[in-house]
């Protein structure tokens, strides 16, 4: 996990960027909530790819695990404080994208 500065750069300029559309205009949290869903996916499904090759530890597939119940949840549609639900999204890509990075390097 040598690249977690560049992790977290990568993650804070996917949120910066998830906030407004190319012609400028601020997203919705609704809007911000979606697109940090797929992002999640799709970290995700890489993730489950390196799971399958056997390139994580037990206690990364653990950590992947137990962060996908209230995941799901969020991603669902059970939503109905957006913003609540985008901080802990966030949060949840940040773990996944710093694992995935972790693989990676």
């Known amino acids: 996990m040598k690249n977690i500065p560049m992790t977290v750069a990568l993650v804070a300029a996917f949120f910066v960027s998830a906030c407004t559309t190319p012609g400028g205009n601020r997203l919705s949290a609704e809007q911000q909530v979606q697109i940090t869903c797929e992002g999640i996916i799709s970290t995700v499904r890489v993730l489950a790819g390196y799971r399958a090759a056997g390139e994580l530890s037990e206690e990364t ?12 949840k969020l991603c669902s549609g059970e939503v109905t404080d957006y913003q609540s639900a985008l901080t802990t999204l966030q949060e949840t890509a940040f773990i996944l994208l710093t694992v995935k990075k972790g693989v990676e390097s």
Do not use: A
């Not at 597939?61 to 799901?72: E, F, G, H, Q, R």
């Open 61 to 72: 597939i653990k950590t992947v695990s137990d962060l996908m119940p209230s995941t799901v």
